[in-house]
Nanobody, 126 residues
Framework: VQLQASGGGLVQAGGSLRLSCAAS????????IGWSRQAPGKAYDWKAQ?????????????SYGSSVKGRFTISTDNARNTVSLQMTDLKPDDTAIYYC???????????????WGQGTQVTVSS
């Protein structure tokens, strides 16, 4: 599975951003897909990742991390083969590098993902 993320940027606290991720490759619809993030200033390490949201291409399952539940919404566009993360009421603690990722089965922790896109930076100023 190949993943290409876009949409990061700088926003003030209380603002909104939308991340998008284009998926491709063989049988990518078999994969659960979602977003994970890592706080800045830390070397890339799956153990430092925070699982943000996951879903599947059937649209019958979504899950959110406790820190973003009620503020972030994950959705898929099957016609465009994209998964989006709508982020609202952003806080400075949401500042991180956000990764789009995919994996087989239920994703409970970031290490359950087997395919990763490049990260996109989200910075929330206070």
């Amino acid at each position: 599975v190949q993943l290409q993320a876009s949409g990061g940027g700088l926003v003030q606290a209380g603002g909104s951003l939308r991340l998008s991720c284009a998926a491709s490759g063989r049988d990518f619809r078999r994969y659960s897909i979602g977003w994970s993030r890592q706080a800045p200033g830390k070397a890339y390490d799956w153990k430092a990742q925070e699982l943000i949201a996951t879903t599947n291409w059937n649209g019958d399952f979504t899950s959110y991390g406790s820190s973003v539940k009620g503020r972030f919404t994950i959705s898929t566009d099957n016609a465009r083969n994209t998964v989006s993360l709508q982020m609202t009421d952003l806080k400075p603690d949401d500042t991180a590098i956000y990764y789009c990722a995919a994996g087989i089965g239920t994703i409970r922790v970031p290490r359950d993902f087997s395919s990763w896109g490049q990260g996109t930076q989200v910075t929330v100023s206070s």
